[in-house]
T-cell receptor
Framework: DADVTQTPRNRITKTGKRIMLECSQT?????MYWYRQDPGLGLQLIYY???????NKGEISDGYSVSRQAQAKFSLSLESAIPNQTALYFC????????????FGPGTRLTVL | QKEVEQNSGPLSVPEGAIASLNCTYSDRGSQSFFWYRQYSGKSPELIMFIYSNGDKEDGRFTAQLNKASQYVSLLIRDSQPSDSATYLCAVGIQGAQKLVFGQGTRLTINP
């Protein structure tokens, strides 16, 4: 089984709808991250969390919110989706010690019409 | 100036040759550096990380770091068509609590 899973893998929705993307991990990591990737661009950090009670905004948090329901679960919500939020969304995890490398989930492809 | 800059390419290299990918960063306090490979439509996969000045080798891959010049590179020896992908450079900031990614370099290995 994959260490970091994301659901759904693909989603098409309409402008104004509320959407939730979910991320679960079995790596036992404390830190979890949400990124978006637009075609030809690198990864932009939306939100990150270092434990259940710690939530931090990234560089592009406007229009998004998150919930850390448990150490293993980190959800991203689009309160009112708009077309320019069409992108590939990745969840990532890392441990709090050692080399701090991040491990990515398979991604969710979101299309907002 | 972007925090992490890469040449977006595409970079085309013949099979069997050495592919050289470069990355510069702006934060002199950065201490950790990562190279990820991303196939089209897939998630980034960690190839290597490096913390110290100099070279770090892992199989066909060598990461090179020069903190004075704020420069990190990835060399791929004996390039294979399966190495064709986008390579993302990432730099740890705030004690590596966060990573800042470059836009990636698209590499094509020609048979």
């Amino acid at each position: 089984d994959a260490d970091v899973t994301q659901t759904p893998r693909n989603r098409i929705t309409k402008t104004g709808k509320r959407i939730m993307l979910e991320c679960s991990q079995t790596k036992g990591h404390d830190r979890m991250y949400w990124y978006r990737q637009d075609p030809g661009l690198g990864l932009q950090l939306i939100y990150y969390s270092f434990d259940v009670k710690d939530i931090n905004k990234g560089e592009i948090s406007d229009g998004y919110s998150v919930s850390r329901q448990a150490q293993a679960k980190f959800s991203l919500s689009l309160e009112s989706a708009i077309p320019n939020q069409t992108a590939l969304y990745f969840c990532a995890t890392s441990g709090s010690g050692g080399s701090n490398e991040q491990f990515f989930g398979p991604g969710t492809r979101l299309t907002v019409l | 100036q972007k925090e992490v800059e890469q040449n977006s390419g595409p970079l085309s290299v013949p099979e069997g040759a050495i592919a050289s990918l470069n990355c510069t960063y702006s934060d002199r306090g950065s201490q950790s550096f990562f190279w990820y490979r991303q196939y089209s439509g897939k998630s980034p996969e960690l190839i290597m990380f490096i913390y110290s000045n100099g070279d770090k080798e892992d199989g066909r891959f060598t990461a090179q770091l020069n903190k004075a010049s704020q420069y990190v590179s990835l060399l791929i020896r004996d390039s294979q068509p399966s190495d064709s992908a986008t390579y993302l450079c990432a730099v740890g900031i705030q004690g590596a609590q966060k990573l800042v990614f470059g836009q990636g370099t698209r590499l094509t290995i020609n048979p």
